[in-house]
């Protein structure tokens, strides 16, 4: 059982950077992938980005690849997304998920835990 939480979101204007996080309880931490997913207001929730179980594989969607960094430190049990460049069509509730059997995915159905979501706002 993993149990997630993230924080760092808020409003912010474009052009500007935001860090998430995502803390998980539980002592098999480093044994799950990692992933960010995002959902907008009307849509469906896309993959943003995502990181294996030691951190050496990285995976991002071509609309943030460049502007966002996906990490972990296994040892604090908490997964980063860095966000810079941030534009208005990065708006959405971000939430952290996490996929058993170390190898990670971009399939928002591969994941098994999920946060309970953090606002991104980014006015123009």
């Known amino acids: 059982q993993v149990q997630l939480v993230e924080s760092g979101g808020g409003l912010v204007q474009a052009g500007t950077s935001l860090r998430l996080f995502c803390a998980a309880s539980?002592?098999?931490?480093?044994?799950?992938?990692m992933g960010w997913f995002r959902q907008a207001p009307g849509k469906e929730g896309e993959f943003v980005a995502a990181?294996?179980?030691?951190?050496?594989?990285?995976y991002y969607a071509d609309s943030v690849k460049g502007r966002f960094t996906i990490s972990r430190d296994n040892a604090k049990n908490t997964v980063y997304l860095q966000m810079n460049s941030l534009k208005p069509e990065d708006t959405a509730v971000y939430y952290c998920a996490a996929k058993s059997n170390f190898a990670s995915s971009t399939r928002l159905m591969d994941y098994d835990y999920w946060g309970q979501g953090t606002q991104v706002t980014v006015s123009s």
């Open positions: 990181i294996n179980w030691i951190g050496r594989g990285t």
């Open positions: 539980g002592r098999t931490f480093s044994s799950y992938a």
